[in-house]
């Protein structure tokens, strides 16, 4: 994600990255990939001006207000006419956003992901790489889609569902299911995998922006 930041930066100069924020306690007064480790969240307290963007499996969420959260799109990803993406959306390199297709609040997009046309993601939804998402996909809150999975147009993953790596969705999938496979079946009918409703569990970095 640092380095996002960075290739957005090439292209049109637009954030300082001031560092990281975690509440680890082997991450304190240390340094990730160059850049401080600034505290725990309470830092960003301190730091009024800045904005902030998750890590993909960040469980504090909900203790910054929405307006305080940066989206990040890599330069490298196609956006169509009519795209729009919420707060605390990360859409990594190689990605395609076709026209039209909406991601909620704290959506990740992984390397080489593709949503086509009209597919809506709802919040905290995050896709592994190289997902591909036909027209007019839904995808509910708190779902999980693996890597290299492909869905059919027009298929619903409802709400804390999780998708396995390679598979091939052709029909709907019920809330809080595991399915797997071509075509994909149903392995599990409960989805202990995300809890607490959220679809993310409990992550160890944090990246802060500002401005600039």
């Not at 026209?99 to 905290?124: M, Y």
Request: charged letters at 25%.
């Amino acid at each position: 994600m640092a380095r996002i930041v960075e290739r957005i930066n090439q292209v049109s100069p637009t954030w300082e990255l001031l560092g990281f924020v975690s509440d680890h306690r082997s991450l304190r007064s240390r340094s990730v990939d160059g850049q401080p480790v600034l505290g725990s969240i309470d830092a960003l307290a301190e730091l009024p001006a800045a904005a902030a963007v998750p890590e993909s499996e960040w469980w504090q969420l909900d203790e910054l207000p929405r307006e305080r959260w940066a989206s990040l799109v890599d330069p490298s990803c196609f956006v169509a006419a009519g795209v729009e993406v919420g707060r605390g959306c990360v859409v990594f390199p190689n990605g395609f956003l076709g026209s039209n297709a909406r991601l909620g609040d704290f959506v990740f997009c992984l390397a080489g992901c593709t949503i086509n046309h009209d597919a809506k993601l709802e919040e905290r939804v995050m896709l592994a790489s190289g997902v591909t998402l036909a027209g007019k996909v839904v995808v509910e809150r708190g779902s999980y889609v693996g890597q290299d999975a492909t869905v059919r147009q027009e298929v619903r993953i409802g709400r804390r569902a999780f998708v396995g790596m390679g598979s091939v969705v052709v029909r709907d999938v019920a809330p809080n299911t595991v399915v797997v496979g071509n075509p994909a079946r149903v392995l599990s009918e409960t989805n202990d995998v995300h809890r607490a409703g959220s679809g993310m569990g409990k992550g160890e970095f944090r990246r802060l922006q500002e401005r600039g």
